[in-house]
């Protein structure tokens, strides 16, 4: 009975151990923290993500990949008073509404040319702003 009982809180700070140490853990899907560089690495992934053809070998780890970004980026840098009222900011968050919606509503489907020239220009303004400092 001893036995069992230390085993059971033993095995029960192993598993609180555990969950604390992944749930603290930083998955920035590789954001520095920087608001331009994440920016314009933000922009390239997604760029790469809905260029890419549709029979290619890793599209579903490029999507993934972006919607984690996306989700890490827009979830950093939306509370910061620093980035949020910025131009650039605001254009990114337009853009990266409308693919996580997409992919939300559509999956893997491929991305209308539409919508690929309307996120393209939204970066370019993004990129411009972030190079201004807006």
Do not use: M
């Given at each position: 009975m001893f036995f069992k009982s230390t085993l059971s809180r033993i095995l029960a700070l192993v598993l609180v151990a555990v969950v604390a140490l992944t749930?603290?853990?930083?998955?920035?899907?590789?954001?520095?923290?920087?608001?331009?560089?994440?920016?314009?690495?933000?922009?390239?992934?997604?760029?790469?993500?809905?260029?890419?053809?549709?029979?290619?070998?890793?599209?579903?780890?490029?999507?993934?990949?972006?919607?984690?970004?996306?989700?890490?980026?827009?979830?950093?840098?939306?509370?910061?008073?620093?980035?949020?009222?910025l131009r650039s900011f605001t254009t990114m968050q337009t853009a990266l509404n409308a693919l996580a919606g997409y992919y939300t509503s559509y999956g893997s489907r491929p991305i209308p040319e539409k919508l690929k020239q309307r996120l393209k220009q939204e970066f370019k303004q993004a990129e411009i702003a972030i190079k201004r400092g807006i």
């Open positions: 749930g603290c853990g930083n998955s920035s899907a590789g954001l520095s923290g920087n608001y331009s560089q994440d920016t314009l690495k933000v922009i390239e992934t997604l760029t790469t993500a809905i260029d890419l053809p549709n029979d290619a070998d890793n599209k579903q780890q490029i999507q993934t990949l972006a919607r984690e970004q996306i989700n890490d980026y827009i979830s950093r840098y939306r509370r910061e008073d620093k980035s949020g009222g």
